[in-house]
């Protein structure tokens, strides 16, 4: 297993946001978390890269045990997160915001082939890489910042909310995004209002519901279960 | 007394070097500000700290001048250091026992620094000794002197927050501390940077500071509000907006001084920070 979850507790003052939750993520799969506003799916992504510190459980990596690591140890190791409401460094150029993105890659040669790599995938960046970040559209400001995630080649990546506020059409780009991600060979851990979207690009799929994982399986079988359909995926 | 133009252009340009001394020390209080979150009030008894040594080196130890400035830039960032690593970075995020710890801080300074150097005026040997004669007008070369230092400093400061890897985290954790964190940029580095490089800035400041008016252990007091008043008027966490808070800040209160006598080029400025806080907060070059 690339990430294992045991048995992970989260308390915020005195609330329990997770209760418990275990979970499983394979080299090279795409896996989503569903659930309702407050069910602890950012939560989880936000205890993985260490900006919460959970209060039991045990987190590992890649066969290393990172729970209670500083989040800039765990981003070492190969995960990116990519944060809900984007994170970006809205006073910085595109390029910029790319650069720091490569801030942990000391070779120089390197960084500019993954630079290249990611203008080849997202040129809409490339024409605009003079310009400050917060000028780009909604559309154009998610792609820069799984662009700036993709600029650290992680071996794991967490997308929290990718969708949010874009339109139907843009939502479309983001599941081909993802796509195109997996099949470099990189693991997505994908936090998904949007469930149609997370249905159609992802292998495995956890429902978390209050804090406990209340469904999981794989995609294909959970769509065809009438409960889980009609309690947790709405559809 | 009649007021010339030559006062007017002789005020301008004393208003342009205190404005460089107060450029040096608001640039280290706003990068201080952005980064960490936390007003550092003891930013103005590290310029202070910055002045000392370059007086004990320059003056009691017979050291060159302007190699003075350099190791008191040196030893003060050590000390800024120092000062992050054993007071700030633990509190960080307690904003009363910062504040309580900080403002201590500043009066253990103030008196070690007192108890240390006998009373009595203290002053630097110019930075360029003479004058020369533009227009009609003298004009003292140590200020131009330390303008053209100050602003050097600030162009140098710019260009490693903008070309280098770095200076470009540095920038990035000011704007989302979140966001950086993700890059694997580490704060703890961060803020130690962003201390030492504003305590050296400081320094210098307190040396040009140092030689053109007299030297005190209580300078720094001053020298932290202008500081505070150049950061509102130019903006947070702009360095542009640092250099022209200065700038105007300085040649508003020689020109005020000139005209309405020197209380009132203290007050008046202080004046212009309650109008900027009121119609535009963020300042001339400052972000939302």
């Known amino acids: 297993m690339l990430l294992e979850i045991k048995d992970l507790w989260v308390r915020y003052g005195g609330a329990e946001v997770l209760k418990g939750i275990s979970c499983e993520i394979e080299e090279g799969s795409v896996v989503t978390l569903l659930g309702a506003n407050g069910a602890g799916k950012s939560t989880t992504l936000r205890a993985i890269t260490g900006l919460v510190t959970p209060a039991a459980g045990e987190i590992w990596f890649d066969g290393k045990r990172i729970d209670g690591q500083p989040p800039q140890k765990i981003v070492e190791l190969g995960i990116r997160h990519v944060l809900e409401g984007r994170a970006l460094f809205p006073y910085m150029s595109v390029l910029e915001n790319l650069k720091v993105g490569a801030y942990l890659q000391k070779d120089r040669t390197k960084m500019s082939d993954t630079l290249k790599r990611v203008f080849s995938h997202f040129p809409r960046l490339e024409e605009r890489q003079g310009q400050q970040a917060r000028t780009l559209s909604g559309g154009e400001q998610q792609m820069l910042t799984i662009a700036r995630a993709l600029m650290g080649n992680p071996r794991l990546l967490l997308l929290d909310e990718p969708s949010l506020g874009l339109a139907p059409k843009l939502i479309r780009e983001i599941g081909k995004i993802v796509r195109g991600i997996h099949e470099q060979g990189v693991t997505v851990l994908l936090v998904e209002q949007n469930t149609r979207l997370a249905l159609d690009v992802a292998h495995t799929c956890y429902v978390l519901e209050t804090g406990v994982v209340a469904a999981c399986g794989i995609t294909q079988e959970l769509v065809k279960s009438d409960l889980v359909r009609r309690a947790y995926l709405g559809l | ?288």
């Open chain 2, 1 to 288: 007394m009649d007021i010339t133009g030559s006062d007017v252009v002789q005020g301008i340009i004393n208003g342009l070097c205190m404005g460089g001394t107060y450029i040096l020390i608001g640039l280290g209080l706003t990068l201080i500000l952005g980064i960490m979150n936390i007003l550092q009030f003891a930013h103005g008894e590290v310029y202070m700290l910055g002045a000392f040594t370059v007086y004990l080196l320059s003056v009691l130890l017979g050291v060159n001048l302007y190699l003075a400035v350099v190791i008191s830039m040196v030893t003060t960032a050590i000390v800024g250091l120092i000062l992050e690593r054993v007071f700030l970075r633990p509190l960080k995020g307690q904003f009363l026992s910062y504040v309580c710890v900080t403002t201590g801080l500043s009066l253990i300074l103030q008196t070690a620094i007192m108890l240390a150097f006998s009373k009595g005026t203290k002053q630097l040997p110019s930075l360029y000794k003479g004058s020369f004669e533009i227009a009609g007008v003298f004009v003292s070369r140590e200020r131009v002197v330390a303008i053209v230092i100050a602003l050097l400093l600030t162009l140098a400061l710019y260009t490693f927050l903008k070309r280098t890897k770095y200076g470009l985290a540095m920038t990035a954790s000011a704007q989302n501390r979140e966001g950086a964190l993700m890059q694997g940029i580490n704060p703890n580095l961060m803020s130690a940077m962003v201390v030492a490089i504003g305590s050296a800035l400081a320094a210098v400041g307190g040396a040009l500071g140092g030689s053109i008016f007299n030297l005190d252990p209580y300078m720094g007091g001053l020298a932290f509000m202008k500081g505070i008043t150049l950061i509102v008027i130019g903006g947070l966490g702009s360095i542009p907006g640092a250099v022209v808070g200065g700038l105007i800040l300085g040649i508003a209160e020689s020109l005020l001084a000139l005209f309405f006598g020197s209380q009132m080029g203290i007050i008046l400025p202080l004046v212009l920070v309650i109008v900027f806080l009121i119609v535009r907060p963020k300042g001339l070059f400052g972000h939302d």
